[in-house]
């Protein structure tokens, strides 16, 4: 985990499992720019496996983000498939036995705080690369 993330004073976290609807348990607010990090969770142990931001500053500082924010990037952003992954993800989690996700999501731009979402993302993915020579296992790239 990255130490700088506790700047971000508006942040939070939702528990998704395969019987679970993304759209309805999602607690990302829409019209936002952030970050959002995955844990598979088992039992009593975490592992970081996604990292995925939403949001573009504009060369004048401006912020130009997608209509649903965060939570639309969440909930309807394609991973795995050409599909959203409110239906990508609990297909992956049956393949991988995973039995929930912990997503907790930062507003990385708003009115108090202006860190480029995709530079937030890189930071925390550094950190990770430093740490296990890997991505985490659903980023495909970065």
């Avoid at 844990?39 to 209509?67: F, H, R, W």
């Avoid at 297909?91 to 930062?106: D, G, R, T």
């Avoid at 990385?108 to 930071?123: L, R, S, W």
Wanted: proline share 3%; with cysteine.
């Amino acid at each position: 985990m990255s130490k700088g993330l506790e700047k971000f004073k508006v942040s939070n976290s939702f528990t998704f499992t395969v019987n679970d609807s993304l759209e309805e348990v999602c607690n990302a607010p829409e019209g936002s720019a952030g970050i959002f990090i995955v844990y598979a969770v088992a039992a009593d142990e975490k592992e970081l496996i996604m990292v995925g931001s939403t949001g573009t500053v504009q060369n004048d500082g401006t912020l130009k983000s997608k209509n649903g924010g965060l939570y639309d990037k969440i909930v309807n952003g394609h991973q795995f498939a050409k599909t959203g992954r409110k239906y990508s993800w609990p297909a992956q989690m049956k393949l991988e036995n995973i039995e929930s996700l912990e997503v907790v999501w930062y507003e990385t731009f708003n009115a108090d705080v202006k860190a480029i979402p995709t530079a937030v993302e890189g930071e925390v993915l550094q950190n990770f690369l430093d740490q296990s020579t890997k991505l985490p296992r659903w980023n495909v790239a970065f």
